[in-house]
């Protein structure tokens, strides 16, 4: 089975640094989706970042980018020239790829960010 | 546009009654879900809508019943709910069943 594993309950950052997230998965799968989901207190869960397993190129979006080790199986999220509007939490996620359970999304149990001014 | 709503936002409710959360989304997706997420948790998988069809019940008590409308709409209709149900209630959608999901603000339920 596979399973997501967020070892930070808790982050802390000052405002405008940089900040890493870290996630590690397990899987025995090779096509497989990993994400990072942001939850403000408003509640809505929003996409922060996406990355495919069979790309080799780390995803940026803006400030946040990832560094994707497949051989370690390591997720971990950058957050760089950090904001007050990043305060959150933050799941990492994965799905099975094409062909595999469908909708499946199997999340970590969060890290909790908060943003210093 | 990934926008997902859901009505209402706040939900109160006895365990006799029978209530309907709804959630609705204009962007051509093919799969909803709905999860569960209850306070300083991950959410929880209920159900996967695929074209319209139920493809996926996590298991999921049966005073919780999903309705899919049409392609744009998903209800959950809840009746004889149990304290322990209070929790937010999450609904997604993706363009197919194997696409990232976006989700909707959720519904804050709380049963008394």
């Known amino acids: 089975a596979q399973t997501v594993t967020q070892s930070q309950p808790e982050m802390s950052v000052q405002e405008a640094e940089t900040v890493t997230l870290s996630c590690t998965y397990d899987?025995?799968?090779?096509?497989?989706?990993l994400f990072w989901y942001k939850q403000p207190p408003s509640r809505q869960m929003i996409l922060v970042i996406r990355q495919e397993a069979y790309k080799q190129q780390n995803a940026t979006e803006n400030r946040f980018s990832v560094n994707f080790q497949k051989a370690a199986k390591s997720f971990s999220l950058k957050i760089s020239d950090s904001q007050l509007g990043d305060a959150a939490m933050y799941f990492c996620?994965?799905?099975?790829?094409?062909?595999?359970?469908?909708?499946?999304?199997?999340f970590g149990k969060g890290t909790k960010l908060s943003v210093k001014p | 546009d990934t926008e997902v709503t859901q009505t209402p936002k706040h939900l109160v409710m006895g365990m006799t009654n029978k209530k309907s959360l709804k959630c609705e989304q204009h962007m051509g997706h093919r799969a909803m879900y709905w999860y569960k997420q209850k306070a300083k948790k991950p959410p929880e998988l209920m159900f996967v809508?695929?074209?319209?069809?139920?493809?996926i019940n996590e298991s999921v008590p049966s005073r919780f019943s999903p309705e899919c409308p049409n392609s744009s709409l998903l209800n959950l209709h809840l009746h004889a709910l149990q304290p322990e149900d209070s929790a937010l209630y999450l609904c997604?959608?993706?363009?197919?069943?194997?696409?990232?999901?976006?989700f909707g603000p959720g519904t804050r339920l709380l049963v008394l």
């Open positions: 996620a994965y799905r099975r790829g094409y062909g595999g359970s469908q909708g499946n999304l199997i």
């Open positions: 809508y695929s074209y319209e069809k139920l493809s």
């Open positions: 899987t025995s799968e090779s096509d497989y989706y």
């Open positions: 997604a959608s993706s363009q197919a069943p194997q696409e990232t999901q976006y």
